[in-house]
Structure formats: C-alpha cells, structure tokens
C-alpha cells in the first residue's frame, strides 16, 4: 500500500511538473566553439523561425497576394513578432531593372519604346475593351505591313489560353509583364517568400503551432487562393519541427494497441498467469511513476533526447520483472508453497538482479560527462530508473504475488527442446567459438562504411508539407539552406574572403552585401532614361476612358474577332494558327455569360494595372551604393556595428551527405570560424558520434570495473563483456549490410543495447559461476527470450510509425535485441564451457542452486544428467 500511496505522489508531481524541452538548441552546451560561433552569428542575423511561400500563375498575380498576405499577418501582433519580405518593396520596384543583365535592359527598352503607341492606349483604357483594342492597333500593323501575323503569335497564344481556360470554368490569368519579356516567366519571378518570426510557447509539444495555423487560417481569410490563385506553404525550423511531432501523432495509437497486445501475448506465453502479468504490469507502472519523477527532479524538463528513458525503462523493467517471476515459477514448481517460492526467488535472483541493475546503471550514468547534453541527461534519468526498477523489482513484485497468490506451477519452466541445442554448443565448443570469432573480425572492415547520417531531413517525412516545400526550394542553391555563413570585420574583408572561397571546388557561389549593387549601372541607367522620357507621357495619361459596360466589352470581342479572322485568311503558319484559333474563342466569349467575361476582364485588367503602376517606378530608378541600400535590405548583410556576412553556398546534390561533409570540411579548412546550416549539421553529428563513443568507452570501463570487484576474476569479467562486445559489432555490421546508417534518433538503440546486453550477459555468468550446465534449455533462457521477445515488439512496433526517424530507431532497436539475445542465448555458454570443477567462492546470496540445473528441483544423483554429475 505504501508503494502505491507513493506511486500516486510521484504521478501527480511527474503531471505537475511534466515538461518537454522542445528548442533543439538545448541539446547541446552553449560552450562548445561551434555552438558559441551559431549563437554569436544568430543574436547578429536573426534566422527566420518561418518562411511563408507564395506561389501564383503569374508574376503580377503572386506580389499582389504576398503584398496582402504581408499587410494581414502584420496585423497578428497576438502571434507573430515580426514579418520581413526579402524580394519585394520600394527599393527592388524601382531598381528592378537594374538587376538585370545590361542586354536584356536593353532589348525591353527597344520594346518599350516600339510598343509606346500600345502603351497610350492601355494606360489610358486600362480594360478587357482597352487590351483588345491594342490587340487591333497591332492587327493594323499587320496590315500595313509593318509587322508581320506571326509577330503577334505570342500575345495571340497567351490571351487565346486566358479565355480558354475562363470557357471552361477554370482559374483564368494573363501576365503582361511575362507579355512585354518576350519569354516565359523564370520560377522566382512566380514565388514570393515571407520571413516570419512567431511568438514560441517552449511549454507546449509544438511551439510554433499557433502561429502556422494563424498564417495557414489568414491566407483562408484573405481568400488568396480564389483570387489570385496562389498556393501559400510554410516551411522553416518551426514547421518542420511542429510537422515532426505531430507525425509522431499518426497511427501512433493504432501502433501502440498493436504492440501492448502483442506484448501481452508473449507475457502470457511467458508466465501462463494473468495474476503474474497484472503483478508485472503495476510493478513496472510505478516504477515508471517513481522514475519519472525523479527525472523531473534531477533536470527539471526532458528534452528530445531524454525522453527516450521511457523507452529504456520499460525495456529494462520489463526484463527484471520476467527474470523474477519466471524464476519465481520454477520455485513455485519446486516448493510448492507461495511463500517459500518467493523466498527463494528473491535469494537466488537478488544478487543477479542487483548486479545487473548497477552494471546498466553506471554503464548510463557514464553519458553524463559527454558533451552532448541530450544524451548526458537521458545518462541522468535513466542510471536512476535502473535502481528504481531493481527495487520495484525485488520488492512491489513478490509483495503483489503475495498478495494475488497465483496458482500452483505444476510444470517445470525450462525449454527442453533445446536439449540438442545445449548438447551441440558443448560438444563443437570450441568451432563455434572460433567461426564466430572469425566471421565477426572477418566482417569488421565493413564498420568503415557503416555511416553517420547528420542530416535531420532525413528524420522527417518527406510527404508532410513543411518537409516537401523545403526539399524543393533546397533545390535551388539560392535559397541558402545548406549555407555556410562567415563573418568579416567589414565589407572590404568580406569580398576578399568571398573572392577567395569561388575558387575552392566545392563551393558554387560566395556572396556579401555587394551582391546588392549591380553591375554596370551607368550604362543601365543611360538606357533606362532614354526610354522613360517619351514612355512617361504615354503611360501618364491626363485623360481615362470610362469603364466599359457589359454590351461595349460584346462589341469589342466580336469587332476584334473579325479582324483576326480577316488578318488570318486562309493562310498557314504559326501567326495565322494563332489568330484563328484566338478569333473563335472571342466569339464564343461574346456569346457566353456576362460572369465568364468578368472573368476574362479580371485575369486582363488587374496585372495590366499592376505591371502599369510597377513601370512607372522602373523607368525612375536610382543609382545603387552599399550606402544607399534600405537599412531592412542591409540588416540581412550588415551588422550595427559594422561587421559583413559572407554567404557561401556548395555545389552538388544538397541531399548527399557526403557532398555537405566535403563542402564543409573544404570551407572549415580556409576559416576554421564559419558557422550556418551546413556546419551546424556537420558539427553536430560530429558531437553525438563522439559523445556516444566517449560514452561507450566510459560504460565499458565503468562496468568492467564494477564487475571485477563484484566476480573477483578478470576471466569471468571477459566471458560477460566479450559477448557483449560481439552483440554490438553484429549490430553494426548488419546495419551496414541492411543499409541502415546511424542517424539521431535510432543512435538511441545503443543504450539500449548496453543495458539489457550487461543484463543479459551478468545473468548467465552468474548461473554459470554458481555451477548450472545445460544453460540454454534453462529458466534463465526461458526468462530471456521471452524478455527480449517483449521488448523487440513494444520497441520493433516504432518500426510502423509513418515518421522515418522513429521508423529507423524501430528496426535498429529489434536488430539489436535480437543480437544480443543471440549472443547470451548460444554464444556466451559455448564461449563459458562446462563450470569451474571447484567453484568460485562466493557469498550465499550468489548462490542460486548449486550443482542443480537451473530450471529443475533437487533431485537424485540417478535422476541427473550424467554431464552433470562429471560436472561435479
């Protein structure tokens, strides 16, 4: 009752005080050098937490959707701190043109100035009548003889596509800036990007969610994809993030009734008693309650890494919860009372408990001193939750069977049938021994190929939107999501380090703020003016038409019609094509409903008015300097006090991650100070293989000592550690042949394989110490199995999760149990051999049945195995 009075205590602390440290930034010390060189870049150029993509048919369509998405989300001070469009405003509206190559610059003002009669007439009737009536200006043309019919396939085609689309009931659009270009627009004349910093609630699974269903439910609100047809997504580190758990989410209950009733079959196959799983299904549960709490205690919140101690605790708890009651069992069978079965059980399956609970336990608690702090206070937690598990173990567990008193056992609990088993491993000892030595070492040059893959993309699910959209604007290595970023003194020394970086092979581009002035401006500037002098009074009219009704739009398509079709004749070409085919559907447009030509006169008249207002300012642009860049431009280049970013981007395929292990170790190489996405992942990977490798050479110290002081014999403390050792290159091994890399989330698996390897491993030296033979037809094995069939399908399960970080931690847990499994099962008593002829002394409390098999009563001597008795 005390336990349970003190489980619920820790219950409502744990629920009180429960807390998830969901800032990646938290897994790692901020006194490392490359996480001080992040933090230092970051407080300089603030990352965007969220970046808002906007995509729309045209380039007229999208900046008036961004520019309308920017002004509502403003708005949203209850969410959002700030919002920041990078490509647009008044700077890049004027000096637009001036970004541009000096040819191009110099055939759309050649055009301009050609198409300046058509130009007065829209700007002055900016309308579906006004846009026909320039398309018969240039039929005159055509007419005359100035131009010839195929001039105007172009305009012919894309206005031809705008009503078709319109008859036939879908979203129409027409650009007259992709028009007056003469080529199709480019991809990032078609999409806007939005930077946005959210408000962060760190207290909730998914901080930044508020904020992303604001901006999603905003762009619902402003019916942008209706009217502009524009596609708004969101990408970022906190959509990503956000998306990562709520894909833990998916199916995750389906999965885990899935795997708690295949858990409890194997239990019952295990223990044939619902009064012994109940017993083990509470002890573990308050285990877990007292566990819980006590890591909130030590480290106030869990963080990513940590919260996998879950995980391992269950793992654990449920092995020390087998091993007791099948041990149990087979006392029960012996003595035949409750009482005396339980005592027995407690003296003969203590000591190996204990062992084996404080050899896990420090093999954990050597996390701590890593410098990866994730793992150091998963180290924390779960070293603790290894002795809380003993306790509950040795004490909640016999006390509840005591009190549920389960049935008689009237069978013995080992697995005679694999008698053959135990009779081959002693009779080719020494083969099986060597082959398996031999394959291992054999197999172990693989471990060079065996990688580390750092990359956290490859965590995530590529069909969720946040990961999808970011996968495809990595494409582009514009965007900067596998950048390197280095700070210079001032812009003089960023050119030189920019300069200097082009030329190493694996870097593509290297920019400063200088990437801002364009280049031959004088004579951009000299063309730009020559053109705006005549086209400012043509596209500045003192007079405007007044709007069109309804029946002057009908007239003007059909006389537009006509004219097309007599342009057109009977003539071949492209040009004549074009003309008839755009003069039927003018027609059938003029005979349609007065909404379909709506319709039509809004996908016209709209982009005419903007790419009308948008020439105004270019043909005024201004001559740029890095002084006279807007302070909101040159923030992202400059800092208050002077210092330049250098951006440098790789060249390669972003998604391989050798080609970003080369990029970066290139780049670190000229200034080992750089920092950004790309040395963030590369260092980062680097810090957890270490600190896991750390780790691992720490356990192993730490509880090789532990078990030289407790067996007394650095033989015995071989014979466990060796097939421990073999369990966990197997591991690795197959991993390589089952191509399934290391990465952040399956890295966790190791622990696991630490702590029940050890278990394991103590549990049959000390059964062979006491002087058991035929060890794998045994309770012990019986309790093994089926302990680590348990924890293969409560772990395995993740496997069906849909997100891929927990899917691989899934398979690289199972692959691992049965590894370690194997290793105890069949490797470790052929690697044993027959028992000392004089045992080992040693305390009572070690000693589980002398000379008797371990899953059998006392018997005669006529009655025992003739191995035995030579045994003896």
């Not at 199916?251 to 017993?279: D, K, P, Q, T």
């Not at 002081?709 to 042949?737: H, K, Y």
Request: net charge neutral; hydrophobic share 50%.
């Amino acid at each position: 009752m005390f336990a349970l009075v003190l489980a619920a205590a820790s219950t409502v602390f744990a629920a009180r005080h429960f807390a998830i440290k969901t800032d990646v930034t938290d897994l790692f010390p901020r006194d490392l050098p490359w996480t001080q060189r992040a933090f230092e870049y970051q407080r300089s150029f603030p990352p965007p937490d969220i970046l808002v993509v906007v995509d729309a048919p045209t380039p007229e369509l999208v900046e008036e959707a961004a520019t309308k998405l920017v002004e509502a989300l403003t708005a949203r001070r209850d969410v959002i701190r700030a919002v920041h469009q990078p490509q647009s405003g008044e700077f890049f509206e004027r000096n637009g043109l001036l970004y541009m190559p000096t040819g191009e610059v110099a055939r759309l003002t050649d055009g301009l100035l050609n198409a300046d009669p058509l130009l007065q007439k829209l700007a002055a009737d900016p309308s579906l009548r006004g846009g026909l009536s320039s398309l018969s200006f240039g039929l005159l043309g055509v007419q005359y003889g100035q131009i010839k019919l195929d001039d105007l396939t172009r305009p012919m085609t894309m206005a031809a596509d705008t009503v078709s689309e319109a008859l036939a009931g879908r979203p129409a659009s027409f650009s007259w800036r992709v028009l007056a270009s003469g080529k199709p627009a480019e991809p990032q004349e078609l999409r806007r990007f939005i930077e946005v910093e959210p408000v962060l609630d760190f207290s909730a699974l998914e901080p930044g969610r508020r904020a992303t269903d604001a901006i999603a439910q905003t762009a619902r609100d402003l019916d942008l994809a209706g009217s502009y047809q524009a596609r708004v997504r969101l990408t970022g580190i906190v959509p990503i993030n956000d998306d990562g758990f709520a894909t833990l989410k998916q199916n995750a209950a389906l999965n885990a009734a899935i795997s708690i009733l295949a858990v409890l079959v194997i239990l019952w196959l295990a223990l044939y008693s619902l009064r012994i799983i109940f017993a083990v299904a509470v002890s573990l549960i308050v285990g877990l309650a007292f566990s819980a709490a006590a890591g909130l205690l030590l480290v106030g919140a869990l963080n990513l890494i940590s919260v996998a101690f879950f995980v391992l605790f269950i793992g654990l708890g449920v092995d020390f919860g087998l091993q007791f009651c099948v041990r149990y069992r087979a006392e029960r069978h012996d003595y035949g009372d409750l009482r005396a079965g339980l005592r027995s059980a407690v003296r003969k399956a203590g000591v190996p408990l204990a062992l084996a609970a404080a050899a896990t336990a420090v093999g954990f608690a050597s996390f701590v001193p890593t410098s990866y702090r994730g793992l150091a206070e998963l180290g924390e937690i779960a070293g603790c939750g290894m002795i809380l598990a003993f306790l509950t173990s040795i004490t909640l567990l016999p006390a509840l069977l005591m009190v549920l008193n389960p049935p008689d056992e009237p069978h013995p609990m080992g697995f005679a049938a694999l008698a053959p088993v135990d009779r081959f491993l002693q009779r080719y000892r020494m083969p099986v021994i060597v082959t398996t030595i031999l394959v291992v070492v054999l197999a172990s040059p693989v471990l060079l190929y065996l990688p580390f893959d750092f990359n956290p993309l490859h965590l995530r699910n590529p069909k969720v939107e946040s990961v999808a959209t970011f996968l495809e604007l990595r494409k582009n290595p514009q965007t900067g999501a596998n950048a390197i970023e280095i700070v210079a003194p001032n812009l003089g020394a960023a050119d030189a380090t920019a300069n200097r970086l082009t030329s190493v092979p694996q870097v593509a581009q290297a920019d400063t703020l200088s990437r801002l002035v364009p280049t031959d401006q004088d004579k951009k500037l000299t063309l730009i003016q020559d053109a705006a002098e005549p086209l400012k009074t043509s596209i500045n009219p003192t007079e405007m038409s007044q709007p069109p009704t309804d029946r002057q739009n009908v007239e003007a398509l059909t006389s537009t019609a006509d004219s097309l079709s007599a342009a057109a004749g009977n003539a071949d070409g492209p040009g004549p094509e074009a003309a008839r085919r755009l003069s039927k559907l003018l027609r059938q447009l003029a005979k349609s409903e007065p909404a379909v030509r709506k319709a039509v006169e809004a996908a016209v008249v709209a982009p005419l008015r903007v790419s009308l207002d948008q020439l105004r300012q270019e043909l005024d642009p201004q001559q740029v300097t890095a002084d006279t860049i807007p302070a909101d431009l040159k923030r992202d280049w400059v800092t208050p006090d002077g210092r330049v970013r250098v951006q440098v981007l790789p060249k390669g395929d972003p998604d391989d991650t050798k080609v970003l292990r080369n990029f970066v170790s290139a780049v670190l190489a000229i200034d080992p100070h750089a920092t950004g996405p790309a040395v963030l992942l590369f260092e980062a990977g680097n810090t957890v293989v270490r600190a896991f490798i750390e780790a691992g050479i720490f356990a192993l110290a730490a509880i090789a000592l532990l078990l030289w002081i407790t067996l007394r014999r650095i033989t015995d403390v071989l014979l466990t550690l060796v097939p421990l050792l073999v369990a966990v290159v197997v591991t690795l091994e197959l991993s390589v042949a089952l191509d399934l890399p290391l990465n952040f989330a399956n890295i966790i698996a190791l622990p696991l394989l630490l702590g029940v390897g050890v278990a394991f491993k103590i549990y049959y030296i000390m059964a062979w110490r006491s002087g058991k033979t035929a060890l794998v037809q045994s309770t012990l094995t019986r309790a093994v199995i089926f302990s680590a069939m348990t924890q293969a399908t409560a772990f395995g399960s993740l496997w069906l999760s849909s997100d891929p970080g927990t899917s691989s931690m899934g398979k690289l847990m199972a692959l691992s149990l049965l590894c370690t499994m194997t290793a105890a099962v069949l490797f470790q008593p052929a690697l044993m051999g027959r028992p000392r002829a004089r045992a080992v002394p040693t305390t009572a409390a070690f000693d589980f049945e002398p000379q008797v098999e371990f899953d059998q009563p006392a018997r005669s001597a006529a009655q025992q195995p003739a191995d035995e008795l030579v045994d003896r």
